[in-house]
């Protein structure tokens, strides 16, 4: 989904970016489609004039963050939550 440019007063430079949310199954894992899914969503994100491509990805989910980091995504951030009772 592309997300919006920050507000004209931010720091951050404004540049056309998207979001992406992928999930396999685990019958599927290890058989390349997460990467293939990751390049079709890159592919059209391009071709859409994206420049930036962020996701989430919890931090215990190994295998998906050593895909993403094989992909040249690097963690820029963190994400906190506390659930309220």
Request: hydrophobic residues 40%.
């Amino acid at each position: 989904r592309r997300l919006p440019k920050p507000d004209p007063g931010s720091m951050v430079r404004p540049v056309e970016a998207a979001g992406i949310g992928i999930a396999v199954t685990a019958e599927h894992r290890g058989r390349g489609v997460g990467r293939a899914l990751m390049e079709a969503a890159e592919d059209r994100a391009a071709r859409e004039g994206i420049e930036l491509m962020t996701l989430d990805a919890f931090s215990e989910n190994r295998p998906a963050i050593e895909l993403y980091q094989s992909m040249g995504y690097h963690a820029s951030g963190v994400l906190m939550h506390r659930w309220i009772d």
